[in-house]
């Protein structure tokens, strides 16, 4: 693993695996995703295979290819290529890391197997303690869990800033950043990146009234689709909606997002401002998403 | 119930029941208990007979009774005392009301029967919608939860700040503060009052960073206990231990602290500074946990 | 309490309370329902206030009087009423259980408090092993989980026979028959006894093939109504029907069981031989339920 | 896959996969293995490549290895190889099963994938009904949870025994085979496939007291482990005391049992008669465990 030059640091796009409609991975359009984050979104760092991804449904192969692509199309112009590398068989972890390693990812991460597991839960913080000792390379963490008390500890063991602590719930950015996240990976910033870095802005020059208002409307958004149904077969309508790159279904056994809630996504999008109808200026909705 | 003069605000202290050793209600110490919470920890609300207060392993006498006893007691001393009135039994809540409106409470609070339940978990912000042409009194809500999507949403609904939105989880209030708390309800507040009053002082001055240092003082303190076990029957003997206002053992099914406990906790609170040998002074804590 | 003059066996209904339209409990119906339990049911226990009852949803004044309705309608009807005595109070479930000793009721039952609970789920083996030298008068159990394993290790300790170990899951009789049970307690022995009895005689008589076709019989009817959704409320929609004396509506927060629910059920019960159109001669279905 | 000559009865062991003590897969004792299944234990039918194997905790490629082994070294010996092929990957799951069917292999069994996953809980009655129209070559499930209702309405509907529905909850078989199971799948059977075989003897004959007797015996073997903590690792080393073939450590995450475990789980064994002094002769425990 090349050593990390600079601690990865603002909103870090889970990005999506672009399929065609037999399921089958669409590399061609990868390129196009790269530039779309960077000069449309203001994201420049990305996370590939995970949740969002769909890595767990990618066979071992795929993985590595998709991870490459996005190593080379981003080279450049993305700061950092984190690949995730998690899966039930630690061997193939392990493959995945050296694999990654060897293309030039900037970093890894992982999820520990969750289908045989410890007896007990163990917190973040508990994992923190003296994690360096053990791996030298350890960077930092991305914290997906509401539980602010744990991950309001593991910033307070976190005083050298050695560590990157990534805040993972998009709809409540603002309260990781409060208890001090030093940036945030999730799959809103591939499309409104451009609105969540005014909260980061907002933040950083104690704006709190005008970061609120920000996570308000993301939070409008996000409630929104919640209550119709929401996980990665619907962020690849949103995002192709918003992109106009098409993400294609996702694999099974996810199922496509319906119609329906593309329209109703649409509309919302429309109301708060996140989506002009220039925008939509000669895209083929029904034929893309 | 009378007219609320003005809207709840700041902490407010979810009250324990003080009882004697062989667990009846030590009603001859709340007298003291309200006097303590105003003058050394600055606290002036109180929400009594809540899940801290054992509420729902008092039978329904015994809760008429200690609602009356802080009413009393609170008298010209406390801004606002909240009963808690929720049962299993609607009558018996309705009951409970009807009471507290009697003997001039502030104000009810209560949560739905959770023996029987509705077959959809319903979101505090679909609770809230429209809730004041259903039930005109009502004020506010405790939000006891970790997912600040729904909570934010209440607070953006709150526009011509109409209700008292309270945040509920003690470790993580600034979470709570910045996503639009106007008030916390908590535990804690019995013993870290003080301390967490430097939280609100701080953030509403916007010293983010004092804030923040400061919850994560109180955060090393609840992650500590949080470890070895932590409950009503510890808050009873914690709050013994600072106050020195004897809250005798829990109600059966809880059981009393161990002595064990009592002296990690109390050694951690010495080593944080929340707690001073002076204060200790001529106590036999032995006796009195 | 009277010392009891036989084991419980056999069935037991886990009576409903029957209620007006306006919620109150309809107290001139028990008796006629005792009627019909042993008449048309071949059922002589019951089991009274319990979850089926809307026990929880009472207050302790309305429980008093319902255990003493059943107990006086009862007498030299039934063998056995049992009173559920259980509360979140441990005072209160003292009362009812005092209360209904001095009414003359055969038993009582109780659940634990389950509002505040031991940190640790003890299997219901290891609450049995030595308690009658605890609970001297302890006379046996209700089981109502699938874990039969825990069941079966009850059922491997009552070698003397000293305990009642009564199965709770109406849906599965057969399987709590088999590794040993005594008896049964449920809703369904209201309207369904006389079928359930069979099932009782078939596998007394080790006609295990019979004694499985009935049991398909009622998983039949009852994996029909719990894919339409099904609980207390639907129950007394049922057993109005069947029955032809009016249970009313649940009390809140139970919602009253839908007429299509109650359409579906009925055609269902015809389809299956549950219920004749004789049955049903003279009865206003509409006004009934 | 070649066609089922006949269905799928009597005890499968879900076999463990044998490893050496640094976590490779150790296949030169598989063909010990089977002899000691067919031989010792009664059991010709294997389950490979199962939770019991490990079968997520291994790579694509060793999952092809150890299913080849198994079928290789139970040519003429063993009556069906099912071989489990269930990944988060449905691509991977493809590859395994077309695999299984080059490679001679009886059967496959597969669980769908547990990541993402369908919103509503299905039952198993319910994908049971028209499978074999849309998979013509689908032969039966292995049924593993403890909701006899869902299992009962499989066998309802398996009237013509077109299907193989075989119980997997090892410690209440004999509920499984009064709801009408053809036969199991389980990791016990593996080491108590003969006092199994007693279980299904006894049923077959109508013995139900001995039947029940013989599962209470091991129910007290399982009721005794499962206090102690009991999973795959305990299994294998369970496994290796009783069958002497050394079944080494489980691959992480899974930690390999502690001597304290295995102390305490040999004792039991012997005194149940589950395990002779003769049996053990010539073995070094401490070593082979």
């Excluded at 007990?120 to 930092?140: C, H, M, T, Y």
Aim: proline fraction near 3%; glycine fraction near 8%; charge should be neutral.
């Amino acid at each position: 693993m090349a050593t990390l030059k600079k601690k990865l640091q603002g909103l870090v796009a889970a990005t999506l695996t672009p399929m065609t409609e037999n399921g089958e991975i669409n590399f061609s359009v990868i390129g196009q995703y790269v530039d779309y984050l960077v000069k449309e979104q203001g994201v420049k760092n990305v996370f590939v295979n995970g949740t969002t991804g769909e890595g767990l449904s990618l066979s071992i192969s795929e993985r590595r290819q998709v991870a490459e692509e996005w190593v080379t199309q981003g080279r450049n112009k993305l700061d950092q290529v984190v690949i995730h590398v998690g899966a039930l068989s630690l061997k193939e972890s392990q493959e995945l890391a050296r694999h990654a390693a060897e293309i030039g990812a900037d970093g890894i991460a992982v999820i520990a197997p969750f289908f045989f597991k410890p007896w007990n839960k163990v917190r973040a913080e508990e994992v923190l303690d003296g994690i360096q000792d053990k791996i030298p390379s350890f960077q930092g963490l991305k914290f997906s869990d509401t539980d602010l008390l744990d991950f309001g500890q593991c910033v307070d063991q976190n005083h050298q800033q050695q560590f990157a602590l990534l805040f993972g719930v998009d709809e409540q950015l603002l309260s990781g950043l409060v208890m001090g996240a030093t940036g945030a990976v999730g799959s809103t910033y591939n499309y409104l990146g451009k609105k969540t870095n005014q909260i980061l802005e907002a933040f950083e020059r104690k704006d709190f009234s005008s970061a609120l208002n920000y996570q308000f409307c993301i939070q409008r958004f996000i409630n929104f689709v919640v209550k119709l149904g929401f996980g990665v077969a619907q962020t690849k309508a949103i995002m192709t909606l918003v992109s106009g790159i098409p993400m294609g279904p996702p694999r099974l056994p996810l199922q496509k997002a319906t119609r329906e809630f593309t329209d109703h996504a649409a509309a919302k999008l429309k109301s708060l401002d996140f989506l002009s109808t220039a925008d939509l200026k000669g895209r083929n909705l029904g034929a893309c998403i």
